[in-house]
């Protein structure tokens, strides 16, 4: 299977994911997106448009850290995004995977924000 046809399928899934859930004011959408290297992880409001919170193994509390894009680095960012949100002022938000199974470093993330009493 050519790379074309992999990003082809992935942006197949992502849409009919997002087809289904969408995040609100009182129940954002929390959007992971892994690359090679880091993790970006994002709180939205689909209504508003808007980012919420948002946190990546880039930031200046996590720089320090060195996280990677391995499930330690996952769940260590899973704990302080739930943290962040949790603080933001929300307890139930919806997850969406973007196009990835959950597996690995996205069910890590997910299980560390779950552990942050989110409910989703």
Same mark, same amino acid.
């Given at each position: 299977?050519?790379?074309?046809?992999k990003r082809i399928l992935r942006q197949k899934r992502v849409w009919r994911i997002r087809k289904?859930?969408?995040?609100?004011?009182?129940?954002?959408?929390?959007?992971a997106h892994f690359s090679n290297k880091h993790i970006y992880a994002q709180a939205i409001d689909d209504v508003a448009?808007?980012?919420?919170?948002?946190?990546?193994?880039?930031?200046?509390?996590?720089?320090d850290e060195n996280l990677t894009a391995n499930t330690a680095g996952a769940t260590r960012l899973?704990?302080?995004?739930?943290a962040k949100v949790?603080?933001?002022?929300?307890?139930? $938000? $919806?997850?969406?995977?973007?196009g990835r199974r959950y597996h690995?470093?996205?069910?890590?993330f997910a299980e560390a924000v779950r552990k942050a009493e989110l409910k989703f």
């Open positions: 299977m050519n790379l074309i046809k289904k859930i969408q995040g609100t004011a009182e129940r954002p959408r929390i959007c448009g808007k980012t919420l919170v948002n946190l990546s193994t880039l930031s200046k509390e996590l720089r899973g704990e302080l995004f739930g949790k603080e933001a002022g929300y307890s139930e $938000v $919806v997850f969406d995977r973007n690995g470093t996205v069910k890590a």
